[in-house]
Structures are given as C-alpha cells and as structure tokens.
C-alpha cells in the first residue's frame, strides 16, 4: 500500500474540501493524529477505512488508491498540444468539453489542472458570445483548478497559478481579488531565476541552450515592455494627455518594429487615439496601415533575426485560424464606425475580408 500514495491523495483532497484534520477524523471514526499520520505517510489506514474516507472526501476509490495513471510533464505537454488543436479546429465548447473529461480522467495531476486553466483563459478570446451568462462560468472553472493549486501550495506550480488568477480576476473585473493574488505573488516568488539561467548556461558551454534560453526570455521581456507601455498610454488618454499617450505608443511601435513582434498593435493603438483626437483621416490612415502590417506578419519567428529559435505552442494552421478571427474582430469592431467611408479605413477592411479565406 505504500507505493499508493494514500497519505497524498487524503492530504490533496481535505483540503481542496477545506475541512481540517479533526473534520476528517469525526466523520471517519479516527482520531485527528491518525490522520496526521496518513498523511505524512507513517502509517496507513485499515482496509475496512477506505469506502468511509473515499466517501468523506467526496472521491472514488480508484482516486484515493491512485490507481489512475499517473501524468508526467511531458504527456501534459503532448496533451495539450492536442487540446490546442480541438480549441482551434473545433471551436471553444468542443475544447472545453474535452479538458473537462481529462480532468475526470486525471484528476490528481497539478500540472494538468494549470495547463487547462490557462488554456480555459488564453482560447476564451474564441468564444463567440462573451455575454456574462455564458463567459463567466469558464473562467471560474478556470479559478477553480487554479486555487486548488494554490490551496494545496504545490511550490513548483504555485506562482504561475498566482499569476493566472491575476489575470481572470482583472479580466472578470475582480480588482481587489486579483490585487489580493499578486500581493501574494509578489511575497512568494520575488526572484525570477530565468533571469541569470542563459548566462549560466552559456558559462556551461551549453551555447545553444543558452542562445534559445536567451530569445525567448528577450521575447517576454518584450511582449512585457510594450504591455506595461500601452498601460500608460492607457492611463494618459483615460486623463485626455493625447500628446503624453502618443509618446508611449511611438515607442511601442518603435520597438515591434525593430524586433518584427507584436502583431502591429501599435498601429491600432495610434489609430485609436486619433479617433479620440477626432483626427479620422489620421486615424483611418493607421488603421489601414495596422491591417497591411497584420496580414504581412508570418505565422512564427522562423525567418524572424532576434526569435529565429523560438518555437510557439501553436502552429502555423493553428496560427492562422486565430489570426482570422482576429480579423473578423476588428472587421466587426463598432468603435472603428466612425471611420466608415473614409476610403483607408474602406481599403483596410476590405483587405481583412479578403484574406478571412
């Protein structure tokens, strides 16, 4: 029995329950230092207490013996590969159907319930109908595989669980929550090791590690810079400091254009500022400018001179159906009514609607 790992399973469960050792003991006839015990793995329980804790932790048996295969990293990654391609080939109910059945399937494996959520997360921009009845629940299953993460502090997943509830919450408008997660983030992760891990490996002689290691951290950082620059430019239109939010997406468009990254967001953020300057000959001018610079953009970095190693999670079909519906988003894009008739913007959309096929 030890091989089973019972006293984990009882452990994981109590306390995605959030009931305490005493709870447990009362309603399976034990005393709370028994279950100490299960659960630090110095003993384990009597045969005949099996159906009685797998009834209390509201598990079967084949989950509190663990006889469901056990998940390595490597098949998560390989798993979702292939969700990926449900999400994008068979849209997001058939890809949130399927991770619901594998969570069934593999109901003890962190690294599974991380890797679901943040896909639940990054495929929800696909859902058609982002009405709260409809959209809310996905992200909460999304929060609720990521505070079980959180909950049991798995130390290897738990900053990357921080981070992902941070995210939903801001996007459910959650403010104090997600505040709350990067607080808690910010006092349990405050050193990011990939930021000296390619010097290392380049001191180890591991060059090509080192110089992929080095490319995709160059890539975050800078998917990051313009994040927090288009934040401020944000903050400066929000104040109506327009020549202040000019100077902020300048850069932005500086920096996607020396490094070929960023989808040309730049462009459409300037474009936006110049509807709310009233400037719409300007601002249909970036917008066709945007939609030459999108539809120009390859589908990964092979060809890209600074990200020629970075290989994306998505490949390049899948590439292209997210691209099209990104497309189909600005071509149905209300705010962008303003500009129609003016023949840039006219041009811009008509090249969207040429190439959605």
Not at 96 to 109: F, I, T, V
Not at 157 to 181: C, H, P, R, T, V
Not at 306 to 331: C, H, M, N, P
């Amino acid at each position: 029995m030890k091989n089973l790992n019972i006293g984990d399973t009882i452990l994981r469960c109590r306390k995605e329950k959030g009931i305490t050792q005493e709870q447990l003991s009362n309603m399976v006839g034990v005393s709370a230092g028994a279950v100490c015990k299960w659960e630090t793995g110095n003993s384990f329980p009597d045969i005949e207490l099996l159906s009685p804790l797998a009834r209390a932790l509201n598990i079967s048996l084949d989950e509190l013996l663990s006889f469901n295969s056990k998940l390595l990293e490597d098949d998560v990654i390989n798993i979702k590969k292939k969700l990926s391609e449900v999400f994008i080939q068979e849209g997001y109910d058939a890809g949130y159907e399927e991770c619901k059945g594998l969570l069934n399937e593999y109901p003890n494996s962190v690294y599974l319930k991380l890797t679901i959520a943040e896909l639940i997360q990054m495929y929800s921009m696909m859902y058609a109908d982002k009405s709260e009845k409809l959209f809310k629940p996905k992200m909460e299953c999304a929060l609720k595989l990521l505070d079980q993460i959180v909950t049991i502090k798995d130390a290897k997943y738990m900053s990357q669980a921080l981070f992902s509830i941070a995210s939903i919450q801001m996007m459910l408008e959650n403010y104090d929550e997600s505040e709350k997660a990067l607080k808690e983030l910010l006092t349990s992760s405050s050193i990011d090791p990939m930021t000296i891990y390619p010097m290392l490996l380049q001191r180890q002689g591991k060059n090509d590690e080192a110089n992929v290691q080095g490319e995709n951290m160059l890539l975050s950082h800078i998917i990051q810079s313009t994040s927090m620059l288009a934040t401020i430019a944000n903050i400066s239109i929000s104040t109506q400091n327009y020549e202040n939010a000019q100077i902020y997406i300048d850069a932005i468009r500086k920096i996607q254009s020396l490094f070929n990254v960023g989808l040309h967001s730049g462009d459409y953020n300037l474009c936006k500022l110049y509807i709310k300057r009233g400037q719409l000959d300007c601002a249909a001018k970036y917008f066709k400018i945007y939609v030459e610079g999108v539809i120009s953009t390859e589908y990964d970095y092979s060809n890209n001179k600074f990200f020629k190693d970075v290989q994306l999670e998505v490949a390049a079909e899948g590439q292209k159906s997210v691209r099209k519906k990104t497309y189909q988003s600005y071509i149905d894009d209300s705010a962008l009514n303003v500009l129609k008739g003016l023949k840039d913007y006219e041009e811009g959309i008509r090249l969207l609607k040429a190439n959605l096929y």
